[in-house]
């Protein structure tokens, strides 16, 4: 049995895993959790686990309305508590890091009617200080790694599922209330909680190190996703691409009409072949996953 410590309470994914776990491996995995808001953390020995998983981070930046200060917040706890916590681990013995990147790294999305594929050798570009902050993470404990110290970094698209924070909620919230909506062909990688959970816990169990990709077997579209949500919560919605014109115009306004509609239907996909490995880990298709996320 593997002992996992889990970097940073509370969290989403990290509260996710610790459920998900103790339904499908219970027997392959024991989970810890360690706060690290008070800086304790620093004292604990982390030499009897074999995983430390960081979850600990800052989300979800309003990245048009901060100072100077937040920022740096951002890169204290993104960047500088990350690579530290990577540091202790590999001090103290322990065998694998596995950190949770972000494809915020590559940039923001390409606007309405423009694509934008994700390759491998895409270079990360980040548009703005909460992307950077996680890139700098992200090259910071690769360098750690080496023989006795597997690095395992990942770079999940959109993460959403039952309580999650974000894009997700915002749509999911129009999808229940609007009578209409445009059907735009955009094309979005996503990634399941419960899809999220069953690859930690495979290359936890196969102690995979390096970058991964991974992401739902299909790709999204917000129009689609609307009819999934309005369907499994009984709205009735109508989606046509009537109004498709509506949302042509609106991304071409400057500021924050502009920016909600190439936000809403802009495109970022991962190319589908750097997701695929050497295991299983699509155990939820797209609309089951909606109808879970949405249901009780």
């Given at each position: 049995?593997?002992?996992?410590?889990?970097?940073?309470?509370?969290?989403?994914?990290?509260?996710?895993?610790?459920?998900?776990?103790?339904?499908?491996?219970?027997?392959?995995?024991?989970?810890?959790?360690?706060?690290?808001?008070?800086?304790?953390?620093?004292?604990a020995d982390f030499s009897?686990?074999?995983?430390?998983?960081?979850?600990?981070?800052?989300?979800?930046?309003?990245?048009?309305?901060?100072?100077?200060?937040?920022?740096?917040?951002?890169?204290?706890?993104?960047?500088?508590?990350?690579?530290?916590?990577?540091?202790?681990?590999?001090?103290?013995?322990?065998?694998?890091?596995?950190?949770?990147?972000?494809?915020?790294?590559?940039?923001?999305?390409?606007?309405?009617?423009?694509?934008?594929?994700?390759?491998?050798?895409?270079?990360?570009?980040?548009?703005?200080?909460?992307?950077?902050?996680?890139?700098?993470?992200?090259?910071?404990?690769?360098?750690?790694?080496?023989?006795?110290?597997?690095?395992?970094?990942?770079?999940p698209p959109m993460i959403?599922?039952?309580?999650?924070?974000?894009?997700?909620?915002?749509?999911?919230?129009?999808?229940?209330?609007?009578?209409?909506?445009?059907?735009?062909?955009?094309?979005?990688?996503?990634?399941?909680?419960?899809?999220?959970?069953?690859?930690?816990?495979?290359?936890?169990?196969?102690?995979?190190?390096?970058?991964?990709?991974?992401?739902?077997?299909?790709?999204?579209?917000?129009?689609?996703?609307?009819?999934?949500?309005?369907?499994?919560?009984?709205?009735?919605?109508?989606?046509?691409?009537?109004?498709?014109?509506?949302?042509?115009?609106?991304?071409?306004?400057?500021?924050?009409?502009?920016?909600?509609?190439?936000?809403?239907?802009?495109?970022?996909?991962?190319?589908?072949?750097?997701?695929?490995?050497?295991?299983?880990?699509?155990?939820?298709?797209?609309?089951?996953?909606?109808?879970?996320?949405?249901?009780?």
């Amino acid at each position: 049995m593997k002992r996992i410590l889990i970097t940073g309470a509370n969290s989403y994914i990290g509260a996710s895993f610790e459920v998900y776990v103790k339904a499908h491996y219970s027997q392959e995995f024991k989970v810890d959790t360690i706060d690290m808001i008070d800086g304790t953390w620093r004292e604990a020995d982390f030499s009897s686990y074999d995983v430390i998983f960081h979850v600990a981070g800052l989300a979800h930046a309003d990245v048009g309305k901060v100072d100077e200060a937040i920022k740096q917040k951002y890169y204290a706890i993104n960047t500088d508590l990350a690579i530290e916590t990577a540091k202790k681990a590999k001090a103290d013995g322990v065998k694998q890091f596995v950190f949770m990147s972000s494809a915020i790294i590559y940039g923001d999305s390409a606007p309405y009617g423009k694509k934008k594929c994700i390759t491998k050798d895409t270079k990360p570009h980040p548009s703005n200080f909460y992307g950077d902050s996680k890139w700098q993470a992200d090259k910071g404990i690769r360098k750690l790694a080496d023989e006795n110290f597997v690095t395992t970094v990942l770079r999940p698209p959109m993460i959403y599922g039952k309580g999650s924070k974000g894009n997700y909620p915002t749509l999911a919230k129009m999808a229940k209330k609007l009578p209409v909506f445009p059907d735009v062909q955009n094309e979005r990688s996503m990634l399941y909680i419960e899809n999220l959970c069953e690859f930690l816990c495979q290359v936890m169990l196969r102690g995979k190190g390096g970058v991964f990709w991974p992401q739902n077997s299909e790709y999204s579209r917000t129009s689609q996703l609307v009819k999934i949500i309005a369907k499994t919560n009984k709205h009735g919605i109508i989606v046509s691409k009537v109004f498709n014109p509506f949302v042509f115009i609106a991304a071409r306004f400057p500021g924050k009409i502009g920016g909600l509609a190439n936000k809403a239907f802009g495109n970022l996909s991962y190319e589908k072949k750097m997701s695929s490995y050497d295991f299983d880990y699509q155990t939820v298709d797209l609309e089951e996953s909606i109808k879970r996320t949405e249901t009780n």
